[in-house]
């Protein structure tokens, strides 16, 4: 058994040390909001936050990750960023197919959360490796923007 910390709970995961978190994320604990897309985190979709830093969890095994706070997507919501990007999300159309998208609000909550000012070489910076195979990264790019101007008004 390994003792996780996600989402605001201390969960039991009775998994090998070795597995990915993305599978003990999602089939342990059903949290199915964290996407597989290629299991070597090159794609971005399987993003989710440890101690607030965008982390690939496909290849990121249980044991690595030790008493530090697991978020994923079903909870960036609660946390300012995470409300920002959300609302910044809809009202800029950025989901097409959706695939990617939890990965990249998780990316994008990471940078909003330390920098309220990125320019665009910052989202770019943040966003390197997050693929979204519909093409939405304007979308994505001014909804970052629009997210931050609206966490400097807080």
């Keep these: 058994m390994t003792q996780l910390h996600v989402n605001g709970k201390t969960v039991q995961v009775d998994a090998p040390p ?26 971005g ?13 496909c290849v990121t095994p249980i044991s690595a990750v ?3 706070k ?17 609302a910044a999300w809809v009202a800029h159309d ?26 665009d070489a910052d989202i770019d910076a943040a966003m390197s490796g997050n693929i979204c195979r519909c093409g939405t990264y304007n979308h994505i790019r001014a909804a970052i923007h629009d997210a931050a101007a609206t966490l400097r008004k807080a």
């Design 18 to 43: 070795e597995m990915p978190l993305l599978w003990a994320l999602r089939e342990n604990l059903q949290l199915q909001g964290t996407k597989f897309g290629c299991g070597a985190a090159l794609c």
């Design 45 to 57: 979709a399987c993003t989710v936050h440890i101690d607030g830093q965008a982390v690939r969890s």
């Design 66 to 68: 030790g008493r530090r």
């Design 70 to 86: 697991v978020t994923t997507i079903e909870a960036v919501g609660a946390t300012r960023a995470g409300q920002a990007v959300q």
């Design 94 to 119: 950025v989901p097409q197919c959706g695939y990617c998208q939890s990965g990249q609000v998780m990316s994008a909550c990471a940078l909003l959360a330390k920098n309220h000012h990125p320019d």
